[in-house]
């Protein structure tokens, strides 16, 4: 699954530059306000991405496909005014279209060799410091095939003594 976030990393990266992080999501979000965790800072705004579970059946041999879920959340720092009159309400508009240009380049994307990405779900919920968090979890058949490899006999070897 590693390789799959790391392409997606990738992939969102290039679409997207003006995203200050792109990374695996490793709880960087809740550990915002802890400074006794020991991260990197999250620079707005960023992307994080988790493969959150996999159900796994088996295909063939020791290999198995599954049906993998990616949480990816778009994190906005909000800090602007937005309320009606302000002048600053084309605020909303510009989060929602970075919002929908990010599911546009993910939905339908192949990660991998195998399935594409599929929206299942997704909330939008706001965080500590006025920053908006837009979360989408997307399904993804995935493959993980082990080789079955064949150990060689071991040659026998047989000496006989003649008569010399």
């Given at each position: 699954?590693e390789s799959i976030?790391?392409n997606l990393?990738?992939?969102?990266k290039?679409?997207m530059p003006?995203l200050?992080t792109v990374?695996?999501?490793?709880?960087q979000?809740?550990n915002?306000?802890?400074?006794?965790?020991?991260?990197y800072?999250i620079?707005?705004?960023?992307?994080?991405?988790?493969?959150t579970?996999?159900?796994?059946?088996?295909i063939?041999?020791?290999s198995?496909?599954?049906?993998?879920?990616?949480?990816v959340?778009?994190?906005?720092?909000?800090?602007d005014?937005?309320?009606?009159?302000?002048g600053?309400?084309e605020?909303?508009?510009e989060?929602?279209?970075?919002?929908?240009?990010l599911h546009?380049?993910?939905q339908?994307?192949?990660p991998?060799?195998d399935?594409?990405?599929?929206?299942?779900r997704?909330?939008f919920?706001t965080?500590?410091h006025?920053?908006k968090?837009y979360?989408?979890?997307?399904?993804c058949v995935?493959?993980?095939t082990i080789r079955?490899?064949?150990?060689?006999?071991?040659p026998k070897v047989s000496l006989?003594v003649?008569?010399?």
């Amino acid at each position: 699954m590693e390789s799959i976030i790391c392409n997606l990393v990738e992939h969102i990266k290039a679409e997207m530059p003006e995203l200050l992080t792109v990374d695996e999501d490793y709880g960087q979000l809740e550990n915002l306000n802890d400074e006794q965790q020991d991260m990197y800072p999250i620079m707005f705004p960023a992307v994080l991405i988790e493969n959150t579970e996999t159900e796994w059946g088996n295909i063939a041999g020791r290999s198995q496909k599954g049906d993998a879920l990616f949480r990816v959340r778009l994190i906005i720092d909000c800090y602007d005014d937005t309320h009606s009159g302000c002048g600053t309400e084309e605020n909303v508009q510009e989060r929602e279209e970075m919002r929908s240009r990010l599911h546009t380049i993910l939905q339908g994307y192949r990660p991998a060799d195998d399935g594409v990405l599929i929206r299942k779900r997704s909330k939008f919920f706001t965080w500590y410091h006025g920053i908006k968090v837009y979360e989408v979890t997307y399904a993804c058949v995935v493959t993980e095939t082990i080789r079955e490899t064949v150990k060689a006999a071991r040659p026998k070897v047989s000496l006989s003594v003649g008569n010399l």
